[in-house]
């Protein structure tokens, strides 16, 4: 995985030098999508619940949706393609889609190769835990116990915050960190909100977020330099937004109401 | 949204398997012919035709598939001319096993003694002749375990083809354990999957060899 990375990386760059001369010659990719009457969108299918294969082997989840109210609001078909962590930034640089809705967060290292729409997804690390578990803050957690994967961003973020009389049980993976807070081992748990949807989904109702501790947002990518096509993008997020669209995909896939991250301009 | 693993899985699993098999077949293909042609010049072509397959060989056996996949593809991509996926894998698997191939039956033919060759140059046979029915058909028995090793690592190469959006038989157990979360049982059937079509592959020439061995016998 990592000397594909790597290749990816210098092809990638490659590809950025090349790139530059047809995406000048062709500028325009929304007006290239309008006469085609379709849009190609690339999205990840091995990481739900953002993208996944369903029972059908028909690409779902947080992303094919989003992508869905996108063709919708073009009033174009939607062809989603999908694509891997490693390729994905090459299959928009090379043209062969036109844009990414592929969970891809938004770093300033991506913004360099990409253009980033506003943010239409946010990973969030919380605490969770037992729902007779009453805590809002990170001073409440003093003498609890709290289970993280070991060297995690969670991992991390919660030695942080967590005061001096708390236990901090280290987990090998999040896998394992949310088996002991099921099980009972641990009543609270430091996780994404990706992972607490899985246990949503194990054990509905049992388990509730008590706090925030940081977010990662995730934004629509299209090829630098295309404004008209990023500004009408920007232009669907705020509506969907605020119609409450993106907000009943949030509940759906990750079973709780959109992130006040993305609410905030 | 996480699903069991039950028999829905395992047949998308196995209607993968079908990308890995005709993907092996153009790479078989593509790479018998180009592979031959490779060995022959580089065996008896001209200088210029020797050097450029020397080159040849050397640029594809010392660069990885994986990239040499990405080039056909994105890299086309970029100049300008738009390849749909299976002409990109069709053109960077046959280059790759060309010149794994070539350099393979290059051996082989050179293996053959040039007492032979000598003896049929004396009996007034040509070039195509001299090939057709003395050297290649010995070569040909040597050839045998070296050409099924490569073809067998080559029907497992085809999972690189992922890079270019194959949902081949790797990437679809990768897309499956992502929703199921049981990675033994998937990569379990994946490997079984595998050994089921390169299998066949070592029996065919287990019966080669045997074939080879009765017709030549004293």
Redo the contacts between chains.
Sequence with gaps: MN??KK??AI?LG??VI??TG?MTANADALQDIQSRGTIKVGML?????YG??N?Q?QPDGYDADVAHLLAQDLNVKLQL????G??RI??L????IDVLVASLGITQERARSVAFSEPYAAITIGVYGKDDVRITKPEDLAGKTIAVARASTQDTAVTKVAPRSATIRRFDSD?AALQALMSGQVPLVGCSNVCF??IQ??APGKYNKKFELSSQVQGIAVKPGEEKLLARINQFIDKVKANGELDKINRK?LGEAMPAVLRKK | MIRQFGWNEFELLVFAARWTIVLAIIAFVGGGIGGLVVALLRTAGSRVARTAMIVFIRVFQGTPLLMQLFLAYFGMAIVGVNVNPLIAAMIALTAHASAYLGEIWRGCIEAVPHGQTEAARALGLHYFARMRYVVLPQAARIAVPPTVGFLVQLVKETSLTSIIGFVELTRQGQIITSVTFRPFAVFGLVAAIYFLMCWPLSLVARGMERGFARATRR
């Design positions: 000397k594909l290749v990816v092809f490659l590809g090349l790139g047809t299918v091995d990481f739900p619940p996944l294969m029972a082997n393609v999908p694509v891997t490693p390729n090459p299959y640089l090379s043209g062969q896998a949807a899985t989904n194990l896939w």
